[in-house]
């Protein structure tokens, strides 16, 4: 029950050594806080080691390459909010950090948690799908590159291993032709957490759709990509017709749950409600 | 550092910070109201960030910078804000007030070598993370407006004054 | 004057600087922190309570029903309520099961891992409808924990001579009272063992004494109560608080130390009270000129496992039945039942904000029925000066309704935006709608709750000249130490800053009541008032006799006594001649309630309320037809609460109350699943944030009462009692389908619109 000892590595190396160390105790990984404090407090956590990552070097930077940005999963949802390339090349991601919380959760609150944490209703899931995420897990002996897809395994479950740690998270770049939509409906205006979230991008390409991507969060026991409605969509023109059908499309991809904070019925009505306002957008 | 002191303490390392500034440090003006980052009773200044200080632990402290109510009262920072809190009537029972006046503060701060003034929407946003349950926020916003006016030395607009 | 002006509050600065001390800023040496075991199940009976010997139980002192020194009673209401199980049944999810204190926090949950508490769970009513049915016993012979009828006229004729009858349910939910302070008692025991200080988070010091009465063997006099800085109470302070000190003093007696108990907000959430959730059912008869005839209520409150305060709350929710309207033949059928879920209590309002949301917005579809805008409808049929209530009570004075529907109506344009939003095409996404509501508020006890009371209240002068307040009410945040000074100071003529408030404390004030039901400015600042006048009359005599003059040649006025336009004396001397004459400096004054009241407790006929207040509000609103998110664009006020001493503090209770109702309209839905409560924290149970409370306007209307201190009525509760009708009504136009139940989510409108089929 009692935690016997925090770790402050100022390196990954250092982190990755510690992790190693101790594959076959209780260890915690914590950033920011908000999430883990939060469980401790709850009771739901059994831990022997907090392993404090914050002080690391260079992990809250973002760096970019032709196609992709580069995101230190140390970044905090206030550096993402004033990150130019961020706002520049992903600014739905902008959207999303915007929703996490309080000023006082985004000022702590970092990217990398809320992917470790895993939860379907993390604020920033959904955008970073859209922009085809890969997380880079490292460990004291391999690096390994896990797309988005193959990451959750289900509500605040992930494939990250005890010895292995985030350090990277890539995403596509997007670019200014394309159209993009974050919607996020929450109990209320601030410090919510989300009933339904859907992020999307498009490019459309002499009048018909060249590339599609939608996620959604809060509607499946993970952040979900909408593979069908998007296969059904690609190459065709938007016309009402196409709506149409593809609001009833998406509503036919998910079968969301009732519960604390919202009905099976009504996300799934919500789902396709995204789904118009989005095209609609997209129409224009 | 608290407060411009350096503190020096030996603590478990998942002891929160809200119980080191409240029980080991004795500073009780920060308040717990739910322990989950929700309610904004606990806010303290961090390394110039506002932020929950029931979801910070002992680990994480190390040469890190903290200002609680107590601080920044002390230090005459924030008397143009509780002179602004006190003559709009923006304090009823007093529990959530600690955190808001912090939030209050540092978003009159952030905002200082801007053009503008803050906007109702930027009040109302920077105040979201202090759940208050007895004012209805409406005096609150007012005397944030009410200090930021005062702070640069400009009037408030005589808005909406009663018509009876 | 400084009665009227909106002076700061005494305690701003010690709040903002984080120096008030509230009970968990407080420490006592050698201080045991206490904690409650709760039960897991909504119905059972505990079979065995097995400690495992392997932990070391000397280290923690624990305390079960049995050591109980006396009666196992919460001494008020009814008597049902056991401080720890009863016969070893427990009722709901929650409820104590036995106490537990220890040095820390990690002792007391190591020790809690060694117990093993073993039920045979029993099956449990969980709705109104199942107690009513009685799937199981939980009080009485029928789970009927308190009902009342109120009978005017002759209901069966006014309805033959209805043109139209409408009728309408209603269903309102639990609302948790979510002060941002959680519940916290430190119980302090007396040397000897025979009696107790009780520190704490409280609204009424005298109730703990009252409710605890037959569970000590020493008398009540020997329990000492002193209130802390208190963060907020909205009557979840008001009894609950009693059970809270019950524990930590039984605990603290037996381990002879004193105990801390600072609820966690999970704990708070799932085991006190809450407010009633409720089914109203309408049935609404009207003449041919949009006149109300009839009016036959009928409502079930869910009073959880235990009364608490559920028949003073039923109460009111009786005698809001008809509304604010006039009606001549009116029929009020009340029950408050048991189920097996967390007790429901004293919450601002206390029964009337359920009401009054039905009939508001009963009443709007009723307009509609008649062909009648909804605020044209009311200006024909809300109660005014001379009318008669549903309990037959005459109207004398003080009826700002008229004055209050008006306000509102001028400042948002209602019936052309009215007219507007019923224009608004169907095919919008975003369609407005607009609702209006009109409310009382009886100030003060209901019936003959404040002549039975006979509140108390003293005043010191001292030497000086200035002047102690006596009083056993408490400031929670309302500003009753900086209101009662201002009365005080008003009548006696001198500055308010040589005013000053006694702490709470029951071995240094007097039992000026509960500080409850809107009253303390009416009754207590009544009581002072009306002492000041005996104080300067005291001053006079002292003249008198100093002087050998009559006292009816003497004159007070601007602080000076006056002897045919001659000074004679200013106030400071007045007192200095005084306390040469008589030792006593202290004055005590008792409330009496005005002559002309009269109440059938038996009948609930009569005088309800010596006072009320009346209040209008009006609703504009936005619905998305698509995603059902419901922006309350504005909520316009007007309240008349008599004279308004500090007018700031009036409109920061309004402001307050009304976003607290926002909260229960809107966003505030507590769930329970077989009992228990899913969201028991401040996460999952939405209270509005600054983004959430819409821009609130807000107008003090002032139509003095006779009998108050300079006019004043009660405004604490109304503010939570008028926003719901009016909100509810706006949504109704905007969606264009009826939704008669709150909270009003989005879900729900949903369900109700269904627009997949």
Known sequence: MKIKKAFNPHTIREALEILEEHMKQKVKIIAGGTDVMVFLHEKKLDVDYLLDISEIKDLDHVREDENHLIIGPLLT???????????????????????????????????????????????????????????????????????????????????????????????????????????????????????????????????????????????????????????????????????????????????????????????????????????????? | MVNGKHVALKVPPDRRLVDIIREDLRLTGTKVGCGEGECGACTVIMDGLTINSCLVPACQLDGKSIITIEGLSGSGKMDFIKEAFIQEGAVQCGYCIPGMVISSYQIIEDNRNKSSVLTEEEIRQGLSGNLCRCTGYVKIIKAVKKAEAKMRGVALPDENKKSI | MIVGESIPRCDANEKITGEAKYI??????????????????????????????????????????????????????????????????????????????????????????????????????LTMEEALNVKNLIYGNDNILKKYEIHKGDIENGFKNANQIIEGEYRTHHQEHAYIEPQGIIAVPDKDGNGITIYGYLQCPYYIRLETLKLFKFPPEKIRVIQNTTGGGFGGKEHFPSIVAAHAALLSLKAKQPVKMIYERDED????????????????????????????????????????????????????????????????????????????????????????????????????????????????????????????????????????????????????????????????????GIGISAVFHGAGFTGKGEDKIKAKAGIEISPDGSAKILCGTTEMGQGMRTI????????????????????????????????????????????????????????????????????????????????????????????????????????????????????????????????????????????????????????????????????????????????????????????LKEGRILNNNLTTYIIPTSLDVPAIETSIIEENYPYGPYGAKGIGEMPHVVPGGAIASAVRQAVGVDIDEIPITPEKIFKAVNPVQ
Request: with cysteine; proline share 4%; charged share 25%.
């Open chain 1, 77 to 284: 949802h206030k550096g993402i909010m004033e990150n130019q390339l961020i706002k520049k090349y992903a600014p739905i991601l902008i959207e999303g950090s915007a929703k996490v919380g309080s000023p006082q959760i985004r000022n702590r609150a970092t990217i990398g948690g809320n992917v470790c944490t895993g939860s379907p209703a993390g604020d920033t899931l959904p955008p970073i799908a859209v922009h085809n995420a890969r997380f880079t897990l490292t460990s004291k002996t391999e690096e390994r590159s896990v797309e988005f897809k193959d990451f959750f395994t289900g509500p605040q479950k992930t494939i990250i291993k005890p010895n292995e740690l985030l350090t990277k998270i890539t995403i596509d770049k997007c670019f200014s032709d394309e159209k993009f939509f974050f919607h996020f409906l929450g109990m209320r205006k601030a410090l919510s957490v989300t009933k339904v979230s859907m992020a999307a991008r498009c490019k459309i390409l002499d009048g018909a759709v060249e590339k599609l991507c939608i996620a959604l969060g809060s509607v499946a026991p993970v952040v979900l990509r909408a593979k069908e409605t998007e296969n059904e969509l690609i190459g065709r023109k938007i016309e009402t017709e196409t709506i149409e059908q593809a609001v009833k499309r998406i509503r036919n991809e998910v079968s969301p749950i009732d519960d604390i904070r919202s009905t099976g019925s009504y996300r799934k009505y919500i789902v396709g409600v995204l789904m118009k306002r989005f095209l609609d957008r997209v129409k224009k």
């Open chain 3, 484 to 671: 009662l000074p201002q009365i005080v100071a008003e009548a006696l003529e001198i500055p308010v800053a040589n005013v000053k408030v006694e702490r709470t404390d029951t071995n240094l004030v007097p039992d000026s009541g509960p500080t409850v039901a809107s009253r303390t400015t009416m009754i207590v600042g009544k009581v002072l008032k009306d002492l000041c006048q005996d104080i300067l009359m005291e001053l006079k005599s002292a003249l008198m006799s100093s002087f050998n003059i009559s006292v009816d040649e003497i004159e007070y006025k601007d602080g000076v006594f006056y002897y045919k336009d001659a000074k004679l004396a200013d106030y400071n001397d007045a007192v200095s001649y005084y306390k040469d004459l008589r030792k006593c400096m202290s004055f005590y004054g008792q409330y009496s309630h005005p002559p002309y009241i009269k109440w059938d407790e038996e009948k609930f006929e009569g005088d309800a309320y010596a006072g009320y207040g009346w209040a209008a509000a009006v609703a504009e609103v936005e619905v998305d037809m698509e995603t059902f998110e419901v922006e309350v664009l504005r909520l316009v006020t007007a309240q008349d609460m008599g004279k308004a001493i500090n007018p700031v503090l009036v409109e920061g209770q309004i402001e307050g109350g009304t976003a607290q109702a926002y909260g229960y309209c809107i966003l505030e839905e507590m769930k």
């Open chain 3, 24 to 125: 968990d800023d407080i420490n006592f040496p050698d201080q045991l922190l206490g904690k409650v075991i709760r039960s897991p199940h909504s119905c059972a009976r505990i079979k065995s309570i097995l400690k495992d010997e392997s932990f070391n139980w000397a280290s923690v002192v624990t305390f079960t029903a049995e050591e109980i020194p006396g009666e196992n009673v919460f001494n008020n209401f009814n008597m049902d309520v056991p401080f720890l199980p009863k016969d070893g049944r427990v009722n709901y999810v929650g409820e104590p099961v036995m106490l537990i204190a220890g040095k820390d926090y990690e002792t007391i949950c190591s020790a809690i891992r060694h117990l093993k508490i073993e039920y045979d769970v029993i099956e449990s009513s």
């Open chain 3, 269 to 432: 959430i799932e085991s006190s009270t809450k407010r009633h959730p409720s089914l109203v059912k309408l049935k609404t008869g009207v003449d041919k000129d949009g006149r109300i005839v009839a009016m036959d209520v009928d409502i079930t409150f869910d009073g959880g496992a235990y009364s608490m305060a559920t028949p003073v709350v039923l109460a009111r929710g009786t005698i809001a039945g008809c509304g604010a309207y006039n009606c001549p033949d009116v029929r009020i059928m009340t029950r408050s039942v048991a189920t097996n879920t967390v007790p429901t209590s004293a919450f601002r309002g206390f029964g009337a904000p359920q009401v009054f949301f039905a009939i508001e917005l009963h009443m709007t579809k009723v307009a509609e029925a008649v062909g009648l805008d909804p605020y044209a409808f009311r200006i024909l049929n809300l109660l005014k000066e001379g009318d008669i209530t549903a309990t037959g009570q005459l109207l004398r004075n003080s009826v700002g309704i008229g004055r209050c529907i008006e306000e509102v109506k001028r400042k948002t344009d209602f019936v052309e935006t009215y007219i507007k939003c019923r224009k608004q095409s169907r095919e919008l996404i975003k369609r407005r």
